[in-house]
């Protein structure tokens, strides 16, 4: 099965966030949409792995940053390829606050949408959570970005087949979205993460000690 077809469904790409207490986390995923509208409930799915898929499950809030075609890869790698575990996200960044003071982004952002959790459904390597929109607001006139357009036009092509460190030699690959690794030199083109399903162009190597 050639996963890369799957790239060709319509998706957006967004910034979920979301607030427990005082700590606040986002990422990126490609999963949001409408699944009823009275009352307006959207559903979103986010990798289990991820810290704001826990931090979603302790508050039961969260906001959906629409991105926009203005959206650089800079922003989806910083919520994107790290961790809220290791980092803090909003750390050196003042964002606005919805009405749940959840932060959002501001900025190349088209819309944000405000939801509660009403349902959660553990769907093995990601949770979906079905929430009442609480809240929504147009940011911009701005076009959403889709997940094709991310995929073929903003993020970077992974080049680092062929490339060794220092003459170190690559002795597996490790997928930068939830750190599944994969032993072996050589990285298949078309492989796909188990876990997360992301391709070859989100792994990066591991070199020998």
Known sequence: MDKKAIYNLSY???MVS???GEVANGCITNTCI???SNPVRIAISVLNSNYTCDLIK???IFAVSILDNDCTFETIKHFGFQ???DVDKFGNITPPTDCNDVPYLGWQSCAVISGKVVEQHDLGTHTLFIAEVVDAKVLSDKEPITYAKYQNEIKPKNNAASVKED?????GWRCKICNYIYEGSKLPEDYAC???GHG???FEPIYES
Do not use: M
Request: glycine fraction near 16%; aromatic fraction near 4%.
């Open 34 to 36: 409408q699944v009823a």
């Open 200 to 202: 070859a162009d989100d």
């Open 12 to 14: 957006g790409v967004f």
């Open 194 to 196: 188990p876990l997360c």
């Open 167 to 171: 003459g170190k030699k690559i002795v």
């Open 18 to 20: 979301t607030k427990a």
């Open 58 to 60: 302790e508050s039961g």
């Open 83 to 85: 961790s809220g575990r």
